[in-house]
Nanobody, 123 residues
């Protein structure tokens, strides 16, 4: 079956960096657009970034543009999210997802989810 396993979360100070990884199995990874979402306490899960099947095109929410970079390694079946200049408002559980399409999408566009990884930014 399809499995997505996120890793790389943790506690860092504001201004720091983290790199999230999402290792996948059970699917032909290169056939799917992929995305990252996040959910802060008491808030709805929101789109963060997406990437096309080839990795040639990416989309981000405005609040992370210039700070976050989504990428993928199709040979390793792995999705990444490099997060720099982190802010306390980036604190959330981050989820990777298989998407029906790339672009700025909602949660309904996701067909499979990982279990999430906690990212906590201290001020």
């Amino acid at each position: 079956q399809v499995q997505l396993n996120e890793s790389g979360g943790g506690l860092v100070q504001a201004g720091g960096s983290l790199r999230l990884s999402c290792a996948t199995s059970g699917l032909t990874f290169s056939n799917y657009a992929m995305g990252w979402f996040r959910q802060a306490p008491g808030k709805k899960r929101e789109f963060v970034a997406s990437i096309t099947r080839s990795g040639g095109d990416t989309c981000y929410i405005e609040s992370v543009k210039g700070r976050f970079t989504i990428s993928r390694d199709n040979a390793k079946n792995t999705l990444y999210l490099q997060m720099n200049s982190l802010k306390p408002e980036d604190t959330a559980v981050y989820y990777c997802a298989v998407l029906r399409s790339s672009g700025i999408v909602s949660t309904v566009s996701a067909t499979y989810w990982g279990q999430g990884t906690q990212v906590t930014i201290s001020s």
